[in-house]
């Protein structure tokens, strides 16, 4: 298992700029992929950005172009760079964790999550 704990929410105005961040602990050679998720008042969780051990990197259309997942090499930190921020963004944010591991002979697959980071753009 690992632990999550995001940090860097606020209250922005629009067009301006944040960077969350997700402090890893834990097994972290388990990982085998990390995101960010968003949720708003009264919608589902959705996907944000993702970034896999291999290297890629998938952003949802809807933060193309102005938000940016980044990570260390170690899975120590996971960020979030977002800029060009819109009331739209206005959400709880969360930090995921994919893990695969065995137990015994057999395999697990789960996912850890942050308690999330709230996320205000408002004039």
């Known amino acids: 298992q690992v632990q999550l704990v995001e940090s860097g929410g606020g209250v922005v105005q629009p067009g301006g700029s944040l960077r969350l961040s997700c402090a890893v602990s834990?097994?972290?050679?388990?990982?085998?992929?990390m995101g960010w998720h968003r949720q708003a008042p009264g919608k589902e969780r959705e996907l944000v950005a993702q970034?896999?051990?291999?290297?890629?990197?998938n952003h949802a259309d809807s933060v193309k172009g102005r938000f940016a997942i980044q990570r260390d090499g170690a899975w120590n930190t996971v960020w979030l760079q977002m800029n060009n921020l819109k009331p739209e963004d206005t959400a709880v944010y969360y930090c995921?964790?994919?893990?695969?591991?065995?137990?015994?002979?057999?395999?697990?697959?789960?996912?850890?999550w942050g308690q999330g980071t709230r996320v205000t753009v408002s004039s």
């Open positions: 995921s964790a994919d893990l695969y591991y065995t137990s015994g002979d057999a395999p697990v697959v789960a996912r850890s």
């Open positions: 834990g097994n972290t050679f388990s990982i085998t992929a």
């Open positions: 970034i896999f051990k291999s290297g890629t990197i």
